[in-house]
């Protein structure tokens, strides 16, 4: 077993001591970028030894311009005839791919694939990864659509070369939600804490300590994805979703309390501990300054014991502060917020996307 090396820094050497020698050798005036981007752990920093049982090795993205696609199927061939068997001891040659991703990406090729090396135009790259076309205005509706996990796959990773330019203004113009479309997610987020905040302890105190914990988890998830908007980072699909958010800055007064949440045994710790992150969380949301300051102290539902934040306030604050026409429509009704604030299904991203543009726009 050859001694692990990131994924970023094997294909990082993989294309500048491999790849890149021999497309210069036989396209000299081709001008394109190279970066590992999208899917897989190593895009992301958090491949570690566990991650080279399967379908690991160098790899990484030649985007060419527009007018260079013709040349696609001969860089493909060049690599495929030219690549060593092994790179730093790690197989070139990969199984083909099975994420339905890749499938697209990847050309047919009449034997077996050779290497990862996959050559595509940035517009064809975004097209397969968020389902957009870049040639289209970039609406308010269509960052609604956009997964965050996808949007992060996109921005995150590492561009060795970028000879065009292309490649680096299209992760400039993700790198973030627009301003109002990013109060309009805030609001929803503190939304969605608002209508559940006070039913945790409710089921709790009515007996269904299974139900209470249920609520209580959701709201921790809640809070997590609040933390990932309020920092302006986008968060990763389940596998990374709590190694990423260990990350944040907030998770080192944040994570004992959220944990401490999910471990408890009655509802009463329960409601406590999600007090006291609630706190933490107002003062994040008034520190940014993004909105009108609000009490970042709890205090009772009604005249029930129950201590919360009282999430809406703070959804209605920020929806004060929208200016977009387009964005002020949408939350003039149901905060619903993006894809992923209303629903966690893997599949529905890839397969609803119209659908969603529709319901949106």
Not at 23 to 41: E, H, I, K, M, W
Not at 125 to 151: I, N
Not at 190 to 204: F, K, N, T, V, Y
């Amino acid at each position: 077993m050859p001694i692990f090396v990131s994924g970023l820094e094997l294909s990082r050497r993989f294309f500048h001591e491999a790849v890149r020698p021999l497309v210069t050798s036989v396209f000299p005036d081709l001008r394109y970028a190279a970066a590992l981007l999208g899917q897989g752990s190593e895009v992301l920093g958090f491949d570690n030894e566990l991650s080279v049982d399967h379908d690991w090795g160098p790899r990484l993205f030649i985007l060419l311009q527009e007018e260079d696609i013709g040349q696609r199927d001969e860089i493909g061939d060049l690599l495929s005839h030219s690549l060593p068997e092994t790179f730093a001891a790690y197989p070139v040659s990969f199984p083909a791919p099975v994420e339905p991703r890749m499938r697209v990406m990847t050309r047919p090729l009449a034997g077996p694939i050779k290497h990862r090396v996959i050559a595509i135009t940035v517009r064809d790259f975004v097209r397969v990864q968020l389902g957009y076309d870049l040639t289209q205005p970039l609406e308010a509706a269509d960052w609604l659509t956009f997964r965050s996990h996808l949007l992060g796959e996109l921005v995150a990773g590492e561009v060795y070369q970028d000879e065009v330019g292309e490649l680096t203004a299209v992760r400039a113009r993700f790198a973030w939600y627009p301003h109002d479309v990013w109060l309009y997610l805030l609001a929803c987020g503190w939304q969605r804490i608002g209508q559940e905040e006070h039913l945790m302890p409710r089921a709790g105190s009515g007996g269904d300590e299974l139900g209470s914990a249920l609520i209580g988890s959701r709201l921790v998830r809640d809070i997590m994805n609040l933390c990932f908007l309020l920092e302006r980072q986008y968060a990763p699909y389940p596998k990374w979703f709590g190694t990423a958010f260990g990350r944040l800055r907030s998770a080192p007064e944040l994570a004992p309390l959220l944990w401490r949440a999910e471990i408890a045994s009655t509802w009463s710790e329960r409601s406590e501990a999600l007090a006291q992150a609630y706190e933490v969380l107002a003062r994040l949301q008034n520190k940014l300054g993004v909105c009108r300051a609000l009490p970042s102290t709890v205090s009772r539902f009604y005249d029930r014991p129950f201590p919360v934040i009282h999430g809406g306030r703070f959804a209605q604050a920020l929806v004060a502060q929208i200016a977009d026409p387009a964005v002020r429509q949408l939350a003039a009704g149901r905060l619903t917020g993006n894809i992923d604030q209303w629903s966690d299904n893997t599949d529905i991203g890839g397969v609803a996307r119209e659908k969603l543009r529709q319901l949106y726009g």
